[in-house]
């Protein structure tokens, strides 16, 4: 709102100067479409991160940048037939009060997926009207993603919170029961522990959006982040019979956050460890292809649905809510390893057919020196 403020006042002042100097001769500066104006205006247009349109009571665009132009918001020297922006227009040029509205533009119009503009419309004068237009698409996502975190945040928190509540009341009335008791404090436990990883895998993952510095980039050896990572999901492993192998490439080096490395490999690794069988086999391979490093989690589990695969890094997103629930997870794991791939330039994917297990890929840029191969 403060740019298109800003932006406004500059609009009016190049357009009492061209409407003041109309009658002079013509300029060798043009404006992109409408009536000639004073010298300077069209680089002042231009240079706005806005589009901008001046319509005079016959919706003839007198003055209009790019910015408008690329917005499909000028047909043939005309505000186009956009009834959102008709409308504003119209009701600005009958209250002569300045109005402002989130106008959703159809995908026709923009030639690209639909749109949110926030515009400004402002009276000038005999029924002409100058209006701002910012597109503010992402923004709005970026709000709503915002809204259904938040949501979602309170809806994970609740449920272990709820449960130890009730937990405790059990335990209360079960003091005479010691094998009750055992029972009700292995599910506390069970719950302690499910609000604990929600709580540090939020704190991890606004570390990774930004909330703090990022770690000056270091020299990581692959073998000491997957070393790492083993040891840490061995346990976990071991408990329900689940062999750990570690394959490939051996004295692979990255560029980046040891720390970050090592808590995106955990993620992978307890994820298929989660969603594997007993008995089953979960492997780390580690390989150099290209300008990349490589390091691919594999498991034997119950694989991921088609219609599943493209979801699987958003937060909370759960492709087997049930199983989730049983295991402790909260959901976050995936987001997290998404954005440690984002923040060292890289990627993260995965293959799977459901019923034989998938397969998790990060693939991270290489230094240009330094790569030894064993």
Known sequence: MVVLAAALGLVLGALLAALFLRDRPEPDVQPFTGRPVVPGARSVLEALPVAVLVVDVADEVLLGNRAAHDLGLIRDGVLAALPQLRRLVRLTRRTLEPQSADLQMPLAALGRGPAVLLARATPVGDGT???????????????DVRRDFVANVSHELKTPVGALGLLAEALQDASDDPEAVRRFAGRAQHEAQRLGRLVQELIDLSRLQGAEASPDPERVEVDRVVSEALDRTRTSAQSHGITLVRSGVSGLLLEGSERQLVTALVNLLDNAVSYSGDGTTVTVRTSHEGESVLIAVSDQGIGIAEKDLERVFERFYRADPARSRATGG????????????????GTVSVSSVEGLGATFTLRLPAPVQGQVSA
């Open 129 to 143: 009207v100058a209006v701002l237009l910012e597109d503010v698409t992402q923004t709005r996502r970026l709000e």
């Open 330 to 345: 909260t959901g976050l794991g995936l987001a997290i390893v998404k954005h440690v791939a984002t923040n060292h330039g």
